[in-house]
């Protein structure tokens, strides 16, 4: 049988049996099939040394973090209390994490993460994301991540109640949210951006700016093109992957089904030309159905070649 040796580059302030006593490492060992990683397993140690970095150098004594991290900030607490012979405080703070309907915790680790950094999660993208808050959930975030009145909020839920087709309360928390982490210029864009796909205005999509559209681009399918003369709508359709072949793709744009810039076109042959259906920005916008959007992004496009509408 294989054993390791664990040595503790930080000497005996780091003990073995104090690791695998913490209950996330011990209930991954005892029920996890494939058991635990050393990455996993020396996490806390390096979230505590980490810890006593910032503490020495700007005396950070407060770690806030979720109540699955309460095993490495008691980790970081132990390790500060040693180096410095119990002599100074330092404190953890949990909060409750922020889990979807399904109970599944929002972060970066299981890939769902929704970032501050506009370059990372756009304006869109932050508002689409509260915008599509499930009802059971609508209520715990406006108390949770807006500084609107709990009266403000009672009264908007029951609007939300009464109404719940209109999304009074979704939208209310998407405006808050995206105003508090982008801006009143954020909130702007993003709205722009949501009428630009959801409101059927060809001169709305005309305007998207680049920004604009990269935002659109994190959320949307998208592909780039380069247009040629003869290039139809099935042939668009099926290197936008709107479809899984042929077959399925005509008869489905036969039936009227598939939107070029929100206007139907049921003619699988039609040939893409600039200025009817690409726009001067250099995107289409494909819809099948109701819901499913697809964006191209054009490039090479002679533009001597435009028709108007």
């Known amino acids: 049988m294989n054993t ?27 029920t996890s099939h494939d058991g635990l990683g050393y990455n996993e397993f020396s996490y806390q140690l390096y979230q505590a ?8 150098q700007y005396d950070c004594r407060f770690q806030l973090g979720g109540v699955d991290q309460i095993g490495n900030m008691r980790s970081g607490h132990d390790f500060i209390s040693r180096m410095t012979n119990f002599e100074e405080d330092s404190y953890g703070v949990t909060v409750p994490l922020i889990t979807t309907e399904s109970g ?3 972060g970066k680790s299981v890939g769902n993460a929704l970032w501050l950094d506009e370059n990372l999660s756009s304006p869109y993208e932050c508002y689409q994301h509260f915008r599509n808050t499930p009802d059971s959930k609508v209520e715990e975030y406006l ?11 009672q009264q908007l839920m029951e609007v939300h109640r009464s109404k719940p087709h209109e999304y009074a309360a979704q939208i209310k928390l998407a405006k808050q949210i995206t105003l508090l982490v982008h801006g009143e210029q954020g909130l702007e864009s993003a709205i722009r951006s949501t009428q630009a796909m959801f409101a059927q205005n060809i001169d709305l999509l005309h305007n998207l700016v680049e920004k604009e ?39 489905v744009i036969n039936d009227g089904g598939v939107y070029v810039n929100h206007k139907k076109l049921s003619n699988p042959q039609a040939v893409l030309v600039f200025g009817v259906h690409i726009l001067p920005n250099m995107i289409t916008v494909l ?20 028709q108007e509408v």
Not at 49 to 56: H, I, M, P, V
Not at 143 to 153: C, G, M, Q, V, W
Not at 215 to 243: H, R, Y
């Open 4 to 30: 390791i040796t664990f040595v503790s580059t930080y000497g005996p302030h780091f003990r073995m049996n104090q690791l695998l006593s913490r209950k996330v490492i011990k209930t991954r060992i005892e």
């Open 49 to 56: 040394y980490d810890w006593y970095c910032l503490f020495k």
């Open 104 to 106: 599944e915790k929002l």
């Open 143 to 153: 108390k949770i991540f807006t500084f609107l009145p709990l009266n403000e909020i």
């Open 213 to 251: 559209i990269n935002g659109l681009s994190a959320s949307v399918p998208t592909i780039q093109m380069s247009l040629n003369p003869e290039l139809t709508l099935l042939d668009v359709c099926m290197s936008a992957k709107c479809f899984s072949n042929e077959l399925v793709a005509l008869k």
């Open 287 to 306: 819809r099948v159905g109701k819901k499913n959007f697809y964006m191209i992004r054009w490039t090479n496009v002679d533009t001597s070649l435009r």
